[in-house]
């Protein structure tokens, strides 16, 4: 009777009954001395979206065909094994490191590919995640939009298989949405989007996972902060005043009693304009060393002064970052910024404890 009462529950995730989609996990366990039934049902994950309708459904039904007076208990088990709680994820991963900016077009995800291409070519085994939910350019920058990551069963859990491009372990929600489609989300949505990036991918080991993040100060840095032990932030500016202004917010949402994630330095990007034809010239157009002078006043390294170059647009257009050359001056001195980074991250972990997440309120 159990067993045909179930029978007329549909579980969404297959359009199916729950007998047919396979999902009583155990014969069911029925007490006549206390009149209670116990019923386990197997979902697919933890994070099914039908789980809590479909259990209510299949303690209605059971009821129903068994009388009100019967006690119903319906237990879960899941194929896939639940994700890691906040904190303990990426148990692998030596450093992750987020790379923000204060508003938009200073070129933050131009330094992060560059950055993480830079730290491969060292030897590094490095990660990126491109944490920009609503305009993800990874997968152009590493020629590989038409790129679909696959799952793989990594100890009883089916996770995210990352692309590996340049030597780089890569993830986006541009490889899940069209690239010519507006990304229409609520907040929530993007948050466990993202989650779902971090957690349920095979990110394996790494020496540093960097965090492309949003420009800003959103819900998306929220989740990360709540989600990962963040090791430090790189904060990317542009020379000019306005820019520096939002710089400084950015600093301030790190630096925050309640975040306290180190700042590791600033890369002062677009630090002077160098023609072609007059490789020796340097034309300052946002204005002169304004991230400098924000790294003194704020007591951070000046990690680097990237210069505006027409073949460093070029580059990241056709899907073949600067930093895949060191033959050239900007391919060296993104080269020279990962030797930089490394650097100061060594010095953080000797000097400061290890970064908490933060708690979700």
């Known amino acids: ?6 029978q007329t529950v549909t579980y969404a995730g297959t359009k199916k009954n729950i007998i047919e989609s396979g999902m009583l996990a ?10 209670k039934v116990t019923v386990v049902l197997e979902f697919p994950r933890d994070t099914d979206p039908f789980l809590k309708s479909t259990v209510k459904a299949a303690e209605a039904a059971i009821k129903y065909h068994c009388g009100k007076e019967v006690e119903v208990e319906i237990l879960t088990e899941f194929k896939s094994k639940p994700r ?3 904190g ?10 987020a790379v923000s900016s204060g508003k938009g077009g200073v070129g933050k995800s131009t330094v ?5 291409i830079a730290m491969a070519r060292l030897g590094y085994k490095v990660g990126l995640l491109d944490t920009d939910i609503f305009g993800p350019s990874m997968p152009k920058m590493f020629k590989c939009e038409d790129a679909r990551p696959y799952a793989v069963n990594v100890d009883g859990r089916d996770l995210i298989e990352p692309i590996e491009a340049y030597g780089v372990k890569l993830l986006s929600i541009g490889f899940f949405v069209s690239p010519d489609t507006a990304t229409l989300w609520r907040g929530g949505m993007a948050s466990n989007a993202l989650k779902q990036l971090i957690g349920d991918a095979d990110w394996g080991e790494l020496d540093y996972l960097i965090l492309d993040t949003p420009p800003g100060t959103s819900d998306i840095h929220l989740t990360l902060l709540q989600t990962l032990a963040i090791t430090g932030a790189i904060i990317v500016s542009t020379p000019q005043q306005v820019a520096l202004a939002d710089a400084r917010k950015g600093i301030d949402m790190y630096r925050n009693e309640k975040v306290n994630v180190p700042i590791l330095g600033l890369v002062e990007n677009m ?3 160098t023609p072609a034809e007059l490789p020796e010239n340097r034309y300052y157009i946002f204005g002169k060393e304004g991230c400098k002078q924000l790294a003194e006043e704020m007591n951070v390294p000046l990690l680097a002064q ?3 170059v027409q073949s460093i647009c070029d580059n990241g257009d056709q899907g073949t970052p600067a930093a895949l050359s060191s033959d050239t001056a900007t391919g060296l001195a993104f080269i020279n910024l990962a030797q930089a980074v490394v650097t100061v991250v060594n010095k953080r972990n000797r000097e400061l404890p290890k970064t908490e997440v933060v708690g979700v309120k």
């Open 1 to 6: 009777m159990i067993v045909e009462a179930l």
């Open 26 to 35: 155990d014969q069911p366990a029925v007490d006549n001395v206390h009149n």
């Open 84 to 86: 890691p709680e906040a």
């Open 88 to 97: 303990k994820m990426l148990p692998l991963v030596k450093n992750v490191i």
């Open 112 to 116: 992060s590919a560059n950055l993480a």
């Open 271 to 273: 630090a002077w304009f």
């Open 306 to 308: 990237i210069p505006l």
